[in-house]
């Protein structure tokens, strides 16, 4: 009995030994991984360089080093000036002899974007929105080098805009067939967001011919890619690219509540990019078509109504006398499907479409009509439904017959364009003199040639000037172009 109780004591020692050694050690142990954290926390972490010779990302199988490699030299920066006017306010003689005159001077504003070279003698496509009002634009590469831009021309109806720099040999991006685009297509989107140059970002095709009512000008025109790649303040006017680097889009919008990225951005199809360009190279003006046709999207309401069974394709609610489509024959409540062949399941869809070509092309149209599907030649036209190709805006200017000079008085209050020489045209016609400054064309205002181009253009025969002559006298004159 005894010495079961001695072989019990001994267990009872040794297993508390054991335990008292299991604990020591992880304790040990423990206190050691603590230590080692302690002295590896704040330490610079260990970067070795590895070359990656066109490795495909593990977490997507897809190559983006070759498309990076092609457009981030072909991406510029983009800064603009413009100077807003000063404010005036109500005279006062005692202050104005102690403070200087009533008028706030006028103070320069920058902003920035982005822009795109799309041939090696220095066209940059960027957006609209950019350059508009801008009196300086700065085109800066991604080698550092500074240019001095002029505009080529602007369409605000598709937020597109064309400038130049006089450089040769430049890296440019090719166009590819935006029709061709895949949702769920990978795609990067370059440019320079917040200032931060050469910036390049990955994510998927999500959607097209998105509207997103953005573009608040007259005519606009919206049938956006929609993407995931990161688009923020800045990258307005750069690339979207495909895998390749060809030219899918031109980013222009995001869809945010705070101003930044929020997960979707918007580029402008790369077919209708290169036809506004084009026509803002050839005309300085962009040559507009229009299939003179009232659309509505088919939505189940709609189809339930007119007993429609594919809700694919563009209702056509009603037609404009004397327009493309009644000339052609296609009718009220016909189904536009295709055209030239290419599906249209919106209304956006279709004006994109109409969008690439000018007045004067002919195109297919599929129709349904009733059980029937019927393929239908239309001539398009322009607004005025005609199909001659609208003249130059330098052919315009040339009708007055003046040499004009961009005017602004030193208190900012008066601007406009001054008349520094006459020769024969339609200012001469009806009286206008030397130093004639005109401030107002069709009852808007114009403080450039380009703005008063883009006046002319818009006019439908009839042109009303308001100016005035270095003596404060006021003057109207009225002709037709």
Do not use: C
């Not at 406009?416 to 001469?428: E, R």
């Not at 009286?431 to 114009?446: M, Q, S």
């Amino acid at each position: 009995m005894k010495l079961m109780k001695n072989k019990i004591g001994f267990f009872l020692v040794g297993m508390a030994s054991s335990i008292t050694t299991i604990a020591a050690i992880h304790l040990l142990g423990y206190r050691q991984k603590i230590d080692s954290v302690k002295e590896n926390f704040g330490k610079p972490l260990q970067v070795t360089q590895v070359n990656y010779q066109h490795l495909k990302t593990p977490e997507t199988g897809v190559d983006f080093t070759i498309a990076a490699e092609k457009t981030i030299n072909a991406v510029v920066h983009i800064r603009t000036v413009e100077t807003l006017k000063g404010q005036r306010y109500s005279y006062d003689p005692f202050r104005d002899f102690f403070f200087g005159n009533p008028f706030v001077p006028q103070r320069p504003v920058e902003g920035t974007g982005s822009g795109v070279i799309i041939s090696e003698d220095g066209f940059i496509v960027t957006n609209n929105h950019v350059v508009e009002g801008a009196s300086i634009i700065d085109v800066t590469l991604n080698n550092k080098k500074t240019y001095r831009a002029a505009i080529v021309g602007t369409d605000p109806s598709t937020d597109l805009a064309l400038i130049k720099i006089e450089e040769k040999n430049l890296p440019f991006i090719r166009f590819a067939n935006s029709d061709e685009v895949k949702v769920g297509e990978w795609v990067l989107a370059v440019g320079n967001p917040f200032n931060l140059n050469s910036t390049v970002t990955a994510g998927i095709i999500s959607a097209k011919a998105r509207r997103i009512d953005v573009i608040h000008k007259d005519l606009a025109i919206e049938s956006f890619l929609q993407t995931d790649a990161a688009v923020n303040p800045g990258n307005s006017g750069g690339a979207l690219v495909n895998v390749q680097g060809d030219l899918v889009g031109i980013n222009a919008a995001i869809a945010s509540n705070t101003g930044s990225y929020t997960g979707y951005s918007f580029a402008i199809p790369s077919n209708l990019v290169r036809k506004i360009v084009n026509d803002l190279a050839e005309f300085g003006r962009v040559q507009r078509a229009f299939l003179g046709v009232s659309l509505k999207d088919i939505t189940n309401d709609l189809a339930r109504e007119k007993d429609i069974l594919d809700l694919n394709g563009v209702y056509v609610e009603n037609l404009l006398a004397g327009g493309a489509a009644e000339d052609a024959g296609i009718r009220r409540g016909d189904i536009i499907r295709k055209i030239n062949n290419i599906p249209v399941s919106s209304f956006s869809s279709l004006q994109e479409q109409i969008a690439l070509f000018r007045p004067g092309d002919k195109i297919m149209v599929s129709i349904s009509r009733g059980k029937e599907t019927i393929e239908i030649p239309v001539t398009l036209k322009n607004k005025d439904n005609q199909t001659v190709l609208l003249r130059r805006n330098d052919d315009l200017l040339n009708l007055l017959g003046a040499q004009l000079e961009e005017f602004t008085n030193a208190y900012g209050n008066i601007s406009g364009l001054k008349v520094v020489s006459l020769s024969t045209g339609k200012l001469k016609s009806v009286g206008v003199k030397l130093g004639f400054l005109i401030t107002k064309v069709n009852g808007k205002n114009v403080r450039s040639k380009m703005e008063l181009a883009d006046v002319l253009s818009a006019s439908e025969g009839s042109v009303y000037i308001e100016g005035i002559y270095p003596n404060g006298e006021k003057a109207y004159y009225a002709f037709g172009l």
